[in-house]
Nanobody, 114 residues
Framework: QVQLEEAGGGLVQPGGSLRLSCAAS????????MGWFRQVPGKQRELVAR?????STAYADSVKGRFTISRDSAMVWLQMTSLKVEDTAVYYC??????????WGQGTQVTVSS
């Protein structure tokens, strides 16, 4: 089992920045990929960014060049810059283990509005 706890959401103006963090606990030796998804009402949850153990990353086209994902053994961060209104969503931390199993955080609201 892996438990995830996100922090760092909030209200920011367009063009601003936010940094999300996610603390993982439990069977950390089983963690494979770590990532961030987001969801708006009425739409499917979508991948924002993912990072592998060696540091390789993947990003949604809509956030490339603006968002940066990073990790260590127990944390994953999402640095978000040049935020747009369309980035407004609930952001979820995601972990996939070698099991494989998949775990989710409880979500943190990010609102981009003037």
């Amino acid at each position: 089992q892996v438990q995830l706890e996100e922090a760092g959401g909030g209200l920011v103006q367009p063009g601003g920045s936010l940094r999300l963090s996610c603390a993982a606990s439990g069977r950390l030796f089983q963690v494979y990929t770590m990532g961030w998804f987001r969801q708006v009402p009425g739409k499917q949850r979508e991948l924002v960014a993912r990072i592998w153990p060696g540091g390789s990353t993947a990003y949604a086209d809509s956030v490339k060049g603006r968002f940066t994902i990073s990790r260590d053994s127990a944390m994953v961060w999402l640095q978000m810059t040049s935020l747009k209104v369309e980035d407004t969503a609930v952001y979820y931390c995601n972990v996939i283990t070698y099991g494989p199993s998949e775990y989710w955080g409880q979500g943190t609201q990010v609102t981009v509005s003037s």
